[in-house]
C-alpha cells in the first residue's frame, strides 16, 4: 500500500508541475496523471477506477474551504496509468491566487494523495498577466475575465485583496488621466507635485504672465463731435455761430448744434478681459475604458 501511495502521489504531483503553465494559460484546466496499483502494489491495468479530485485550502481557522470537487471514472492502460484534466473554472482562479491550494485523490473512501498543490512558479501569474490592481487601458465596453471597468462599479466580493486596496468600488477613471503619485525632486527639472496615492487632483493652469504683444487701441487723431439739440428757442431764419472756449454754437432756424472743442490726438486705455472659450484644459485625447485587475 505505502509504495502505490508514494507512486501515485509522486507522478501526480510531478505531472501537475510539468503541466499546470500550459493547461492554465489556455484555461483547459489541471493535467493530473498517475499509475494506480493494488495493495500488492501490482499495476491496475486496463481497468476502469472511480476517483474523486478534492480542490480546497485552509482558511485563517485553518478549516477546509472548497475550491472544487469532482469523481469521474478513469481508463488505466496496459501499464496502469491513467490520466485525467481536472477544470475548477475561471471562475475559481481567485481562490486559487489569494490561498494556497491543496488537492486531495480518493478512491471511495480510501485517501490516496493529500497534498499542497504545487505548480510552476509564476505559472498563476502568467496566466493572470499582472498583479492585482494594475489599470490599463481598453478599447472595450465589457471587461474581460478577472477584470473590472474603472467606473466606480462594486467590486465583486472574491477581489478581497484589490477590495483591501481600493475599496468596495473600483476607482472612477471615467473622463480622467492618469498620473504618477506623490513629488518629483529630480535636479534641473521644475518641481512636479502630483495628487496622492488614489486620491484626484483638480484642473488647473500654472501661474504666468503673457508679454504686451500688439494689441492697442486705435489712435483717432485730432476730432471733434457735434451735438445736436432741438426745441431751441433763437433767431429764427438767420444762421449765427458763436465762439467761445466750450465750443460752437450754430442756429438754423429753431435747430441748434453743439460742436465740442477739439480734444488733440489721442487714444485710449484697453480695460476687461477677452471672450472666454472652451471649459478645460486639455491636451489632444482619444477615448478609451481604464480597466482594473480583480485577481493574481
Known amino acids: 500500500m505505502k509504495s502505490k501511495i508514494l507512486l501515485l502521489s509522486f507522478l501526480t504531483l510531478f505531472t501537475i508541475a510539468i503541466n499546470y503553465a500550459q493547461s492554465s494559460a489556455s484555461q483547459a484546466g489541471i493535467a493530473v496523471q498517475g499509475i494506480a496499483r493494488d495493495a500488492n ?3 491496475l491495468t486496463n481497468k476502469n477506477i472511480s476517483l474523486t479530485f478534492e480542490l480546497y485550502y485552509l482558511n485563517a481557522s485553518s478549516l477546509e474551504e472548497p475550491i472544487y470537487t469532482t ?3 478513469v481508463e488505466t492502460d496496459a501499464f496502469g496509468i491513467f490520466s485525467y484534466i481536472i477544470d475548477p473554472t475561471a471562475i475559481n482562479n481567485s481562490k486559487f491566487a489569494n490561498n494556497q491550494a491543496y488537492l486531495r485523490i480518493k ?3 480510501e ?3 493529500n497534498e499542497i498543490f504545487k505548480h510552476v512558479p509564476y505559472a498563476i501569474a502568467a496566466n493572470n498577466g499582472v498583479p492585482t490592481g494594475s489599470i490599463m487601458p481598453f478599447i ?3 471587461a474581460p475575465a478577472g477584470w473590472a471597468i474603472c467606473n466606480g462599479s462594486e467590486l465583486p ?3 478581497t485583496k484589490l477590495i483591501a486596496m481600493v475599496g468596495n468600488n473600483a476607482p472612477d477613471l ?3 488621466f492618469l498620473r504618477g503619485a506623490g513629488k518629483n525632486n529630480v535636479t534641473g527639472y521644475t518641481e512636479n ?7 484626484r487632483q483638480q484642473d488647473d493652469n500654472l501661474a504666468h504672465t503673457h508679454a504686451a504683444g500688439e494689441l492697442a487701441a486705435d489712435d483717432a487723431g485730432e476730432h471733434a463731435h457735434d451735438v445736436p439739440i432741438t426745441g431751441f428757442s433763437g433767431l429764427r431764419g438767420t444762421n449765427l455761430t458763436e465762439g467761445s472756449s466750450r465750443g460752437i454754437y450754430t442756429y438754423h432756424g429753431d435747430k441748434k448744434t453743439l460742436t465740442s472743442a477739439l480734444s488733440g490726438k489721442h487714444n485710449h486705455k484697453i480695460s476687461g478681459s477677452t471672450a472666454e472659450t472652451g471649459t478645460e484644459s486639455r491636451p489632444v485625447n482619444y477615448g478609451v475604458n481604464y480597466i482594473i485587475k480583480l485577481y493574481y
Request: charged share 15%; aromatic share 0%; proline share 4%.
Open 140 to 142: 472595450g465596453t465589457e
Open 71 to 73: 469523481t469521474v471514472n
Open 41 to 43: 502494489n501490482t499495476a
Open 107 to 109: 478512491k471511495g473512501a
Open 174 to 176: 471615467r473622463g480622467m
Open 157 to 159: 466580493s472574491t477581489a
Open 193 to 199: 507635485v502630483g495628487p496622492n496615492l488614489k486620491s
Open 111 to 113: 485517501i490516496i494523495s
